[in-house]
T-cell receptor, first 118, second 117 residues
């Protein structure tokens, strides 16, 4: 099972360069997310998409743009990379689950993208 | 408002001894609670989630968590630690956003588990 797949795994950028992180999920989930993880800061939400065609800002959206290309894909773009954007980026997805004992959304994560901006 | 507190930032145990990772939550209604594990240079993997089927939840790799509503806790345990359990563990509570109806996830700050040979 692929789950959530994100590329690239590692990337080094120069300050001012642009790049796009790609993410795809094969679980037919409506919601998708981009987080960044930094030492001592935990996981912080950058943007999320509740469904195809919608996107919303999270806690730390500045310097980023996103595109929900279709239900499967959700990309994150850095238009002009800055050293402060050096981080590990995680894409995630979640879908509505309703069973006798659980009603909610479980979030599933990709393997991460390590980005260094020099 | 929902919140989650992981009471220990680091826990060290010897291989073969029990593991206890503590998590307290705050939620105004019946919470959705999860534990995730993150091995070095990997993504977060779901260990287990609370359902109303039972207060003792069994997860992967021998982990369990007990939901105690009176104590607002959801502690993670394992009877016998293995070297491969060394990782960071996150307690997570989720809640619906009131406006959009989508879910938001509140992550604990993580507990780094070290397993000594």
């Amino acid at each position: 099972n692929a789950g959530v797949t994100q590329t690239p795994k590692f990337q080094v950028l120069k300050t001012g360069q642009s790049m796009t992180l790609q993410c795809a999920q094969d679980m037919n989930h409506n919601s998708m997310y981009w987080y960044r993880q930094d030492p001592g800061m935990g996981l912080r939400l950058i943007y999320y998409s509740a469904s195809e065609g919608t996107t919303d800002k999270g806690e730390v959206p500045n310097g980023y743009n996103v595109s929900r290309l279709n239900k499967r894909e959700f990309s994150l773009r850095l238009e002009s990379a800055a050293p402060s954007q050096t981080s590990v980026y995680f894409c995630a997805s979640s879908g509505e689950e309703t069973s006798l004992y659980f009603s909610g959304n479980t979030i599933y994560f990709g393997e991460g993208s390590w980005l260094t901006v020099v | 408002a929902q919140s989650v507190t992981q009471l220990d930032s680091h826990v060290s145990v010897s291989e073969g001894t029990p593991v206890l990772l503590r998590c307290n939550y705050s939620s105004s209604y019946s919470p959705s609670l999860f534990w995730y594990v993150q091995h070095p240079n990997k993504g977060l993997q779901l260990l287990l989630k609370y359902t109303s089927a039972a207060t003792l939840v069994k997860g992967i790799n021998g982990f369990e968590a007990e939901f105690k509503k009176s104590e607002t806790s959801f502690h993670l345990t394992k009877p016998s630690a293995h070297m491969s359990d060394a990782a960071e563990y996150f307690c997570v509570v989720s809640a619906r956003r009131s406006q959009s109806g989508t879910y938001k996830y509140i992550f604990g700050t993580g507990t780094r588990l070290k397993v000594l040979a």
